[in-house]
């Protein structure tokens, strides 16, 4: 497969297109963002511990019936996805109350959610990623009505298979963001990405927080920890 022109450059990740007009490159950087790009930092193989993460993520969701937009790895910072019309909105699950939940509704940081909570967010970074409802994202067109079921019960059905896999691995899974789109017959597809970027993960005993609150709250070893998370899970960093 040949790389072809940049197609979008986000904040972490850079997409390429390639000779095939349903496939895409998407390039995992080093470039590590908080406070909608206020706090950048380049951080020492994160791009290759995320690329790797994800796709042993994705390959989970995959093999327990989830429809993954992830083909293959082909290098440490790179893997072929298929090209998805991606839907505006981020989807947030949250079985633990923390960061813009406790900052929004003054609840305790730590707080088991009993049913777990799901939030939408509009992307956009001018807006700061808005909080909106189900009105807001049929309204405007963002989704339709059954892409919005389609959504909510995946980002669940994910909930308990990653719920158990961080779990066995000693760790809670606080909260995550998934993002989907459509493929060329319409189907709705799990896009994006999921790392420890994207999500909120703490060690069972001791609560340390594993993933991007590190840094956010500047406490340093971000990329160690990836890394720790990476091989409690066993991701295989080594190879490709
Ligand atoms: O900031 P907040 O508490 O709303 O984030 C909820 C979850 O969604 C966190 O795991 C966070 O890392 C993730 N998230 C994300 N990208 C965003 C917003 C939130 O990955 N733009």
Redesign the pocket.
């Known amino acids: 497969m040949q790389k072809r022109d940049e197609l979008y450059r986000g904040k972490a990740k850079t997409v390429y297109l390639t000779d095939d007009s349903d496939k895409l490159i998407l390039l995992f950087r080093n470039d590590t963002s908080a406070f909608d790009g206020e706090k950048i930092e380049q951080l020492d193989r994160k791009g290759e511990v995320n690329n790797k993460f994800n796709h042993f993520i994705m390959s989970k969701l995959e093999a327990a019936g989830v429809a993954t937009q992830v083909e293959s790895i082909i290098s440490d910072t790179e893997s072929v996805v298929k090209k998805l019309d991606m839907i505006p909105v981020?989807c947030?699950v949250r079985n633990v109350a923390?960061?813009?939940?406790v900052r929004r509704l003054g609840v305790e940081e730590g707080m088991d959610l009993n049913p777990p909570v799901f939030e939408f967010?509009l992307k956009n970074d001018a807006l700061h990623?808005p909080m909106i409802n189900d009105y807001h994202v049929t309204s405007f067109g963002w989704a339709t009505a059954s892409q919005i079921e389609a959504m909510k019960k995946t980002t669940f059905a994910v909930n308990s298979i990653l719920k158990k896999l961080f779990d066995d691995a000693g760790m809670i899974l606080v909260?995550?963001?998934l993002e989907f789109g459509t493929d060329a017959e319409g189907n709705l597809i799990l896009g994006d990405e999921f790392t420890p970027?994207?999500?909120?993960l703490w060690d069972k005993e001791t609560r340390k927080k594993m993933d991007?609150d590190r840094f956010r709250q500047g406490l340093g070893s971000v990329v160690e920890t990836y890394i720790e998370v990476a091989e409690r899970l066993g991701v295989a960093l080594d190879s490709v």
């Open positions: 981020e947030v923390a960061g813009s939940l967010f990623d909260d995550y963001k970027d994207g999500c909120r991007k």
